[in-house]
């Protein structure tokens, strides 16, 4: 796959990645399957990977105000 922002191939990595849920809660999502551009580091989450992600967030902890949670395909 091409990158759409410089037209680079993207390389398959894992990687750690934060989400904020609300101005309170973020949730750091550990060992992500992403495509990564190798020229200039934009990066894409595929379909399945983005609903599992969903899935995860979903479930965390809604009192904690920084969560860090392993992604298992």
Do not use: N, W
Not at 35 to 52: F, K, P
Request: glycine share 4%; aromatic share 4%.
């Amino acid at each position: 796959m091409k990158c759409t922002v410089c037209g680079a191939r993207m390389q398959p990595i894992t990687t750690d990645l934060p989400f904020k849920l609300s101005e309170e809660r973020i949730v750091i999502l550990k060992q992500l399957p992403v495509l990564q551009c190798g020229a200039c580091r934009e990066y894409l989450i595929e379909d399945t990977v983005m609903a599992r992600i969903d899935t995860l967030l979903g479930r965390a902890d809604s009192t904690a105000e920084l969560e860090v949670i392993r992604y298992a395909a």
